[in-house]
């Protein structure tokens, strides 16, 4: 086994390594640096303006002539954007019902009216990331039309797109991507579907069964996620079949990452077991670490907004958390490796971490033979 692979070759990079573009976490520095160290950089598009986005995108290639990649969601709520006016009237009130329960307790205004609803970004950030040509596409819980996927193709764009099931991995290889993230079930953030599955089990299969079952499914290189956070990790999965891995907690506990610091202190004193996987922050199924609102939304019984409203109608409530440094009620979206980290490296570092582990794992197991 060699750490230099297909993934390697088709996005010249120096290590299978890739970054995941975490919407809270993953800004252009963190991109750049890891794409710096070798590895696959990829910066935040969600919620971003197209402005912005270029700014993020020219600021990454001001500090590195390496490749890196940009991250959209293409979630069918999304694309365009769920309304707030055809949220059935009971579902509103019911939800702000127990938001207003959390906003008493915490001493800020209740709210009555509709969640507001989520700007329509997507298309205008696709033309920047044409514009710009960044080297890599990659796609969160979508599957990008074989039009978009050709626009990309046709300015040297590679495109990236990520699932949590075989079928949908047959599906964006159809539409012609390059490489498709496999991930799996351990991972934190959203489980990276198109449509919310009815139970969040649905689309968590383990990484360790859903890797090998992608690449006998596909012929594009395969990149695992979900429960990686070392050497060890990702020598596994090239042991499963896969061109590479992708990391997302363990970029999120680096000083690069733009996650407030007193997120990366929480990460770095949990364990495995104090993740859950909820749709009460968002409206979709991610994981996140269990706190006091995920464990008193479900506590509740409380429906939730669809795609990305639910966490517009706790904004508020999240900002005084982020303000007062507040844990127990701030999102988190978190990895089951999170009992992996214990400290807080610079992303260089980590990408150098992972490949000399990964050299020590390799050679003691040719010791075996």
């Excluded at 307790?105 to 040509?133: H, K, Q, S």
């Excluded at 061109?243 to 363990?250: I, M, Q, S, V, Y």
Aim: glycine content about 10%; some cysteine; charged content about 20%.
């Amino acid at each position: 086994m060699s750490l230099r692979t297909a993934l390697c070759d088709l996005l010249g990079i120096e290590y299978p390594i890739v970054q995941s573009g975490m919407g809270s976490a993953a800004g252009p520095e963190l991109a750049a640096e890891v794409s710096r160290a070798g590895g696959l950089g990829i910066v935040a598009g969600l919620g971003v303006t197209s402005d912005e986005l270029r700014k993020r995108i020219r600021h990454v290639r001001s500090v590195t002539d390496r490749p890196f990649g940009v991250n959209q969601w293409l979630h069918t709520e999304l694309r365009p954007p769920a309304d707030p006016a055809r949220v059935p009237p009971t579902t509103m009130g019911a939800v702000q019902q127990e938001l207003n329960v959390f906003r008493e307790r915490l001493g800020i205004p209740a709210v009555d009216g509709p969640a507001p609803g989520m700007p329509d970004l997507i298309d205008a950030e696709f033309e920047v990331i044409l514009e710009e040509r960044v080297p890599v596409w990659s796609i969160g819980l979508g599957n990008p039309v074989p039009a978009m996927v050709r626009r990309c193709h046709e300015r040297g764009i590679k495109v990236m797109a990520m699932v949590a099931t075989v079928e949908d991995a047959r599906a964006v290889e159809k539409n012609g991507v390059d490489i498709i993230v496999a991930q799996g079930g351990e991972a934190g953030g959203h489980r990276s579907t198109w449509t919310k599955s009815a139970t969040a089990d649905a689309s968590c299969v383990g990484t360790l069964a859903l890797v090998p079952q992608v690449v006998e499914a596909v012929r594009v290189p395969v990149v695992a996620a979900g429960g990686i956070a070392d050497g060890r990790g990702l020598v596994a999965a090239l042991a499963l079949g896969a061109a590479g891995a992708l990391l997302g907690t363990r970029f999120v506990a680096t000083r690069e990452a733009t996650a407030p610091e007193f997120q990366k202190k929480a990460l770095l004193e949990s364990e495995a077991e104090a993740t859950v996987v909820t749709d009460a922050i968002t409206g979709l199924w991610a994981r996140y670490l269990r706190n006091t609102f995920t464990s008193d939304y479900a506590a509740s019984g409380a429906p939730v907004f669809p795609a990305l409203l639910q966490t517009r109608a706790a904004q508020d409530i999240f900002a005084h958390a982020a303000k007062q440094k507040d844990p127990a009620w701030f999102p988190m979206a978190t990895g089951q490796s999170v009992g992996l980290i214990r400290d807080l490296p610079g992303a260089g570092e980590v990408v150098a971490t992972l490949v000399r582990e990964a050299a020590g794992v390799l050679e003691a197991l040719g010791r075996l033979r």
